[in-house]
């Protein structure tokens, strides 16, 4: 989408890790969840402070209330949202998923997506399912809706 629109793409995670200098995971063992997402709730303040940005954040960022309002107040907040079954085949190699190692990572991905769903759509200016479409198709879905939105 950043590509269309001739943007900057920043990842959220993506900007912890090379400020750190320590991936996802190394975070999580070290500071715990908690140390990890004060990191995240830093980094999104200061990347919704920029324009003419395309953001990425992870999974989680929405159960802080302070990252939902950052994301509310930066632009316009598009939900990518995908069933669980999609999100298991996606994830399933992805060792950078500290909260999926667990002995079912489908049960956990069903408990995340109950508790965070609805903090996404209270946020969201578009809703998108993503399952079993190719990228281009759902860029092309995002930048259509994002034009019969009224300006804020």
């Given at each position: ?6 943007l ?9 890790e ?23 709730q ?22 802080r ?6 994301l ?5 907040v ?11 085949g996606?994830?399933?190699?992805d ?10 990572p ?5 408990a995340l997506?109950e508790?965070r ?5 209270e ?8 399952d079993?479409r190719?990228p ?7 930048l259509?809706r ?7």
């Open positions: 989408m950043a590509k269309e629109l001739r900057l793409f920043k990842d959220s995670d993506k900007e912890i090379l400020r750190c200098g320590a991936n996802i995971p190394w975070i999580f063992d070290k500071e715990g969840e908690p140390g990890f997402r004060d990191r995240e830093a980094m999104i303040a200061e990347l919704c402070e920029l324009d003419g940005v395309v953001l990425a954040t992870g999974g989680g960022a929405v159960m209330e302070a990252n939902r309002q950052a509310h107040q930066g632009g316009r598009i939900y990518l949202h995908a069933s669980v079954e999609q999100q298991v996606r994830t399933a190699r060792r950078n998923r500290p909260l999926l190692r667990t002995a079912n489908e049960a956990t991905l069903r997506l508790t769903d609805p903090l996404y759509r946020i969201a200016d578009v809703v998108v399912e993503t079993e190719p281009r198709m759902v860029v092309i879905d995002i259509e994002l034009q019969q939105l009224p300006p804020r």
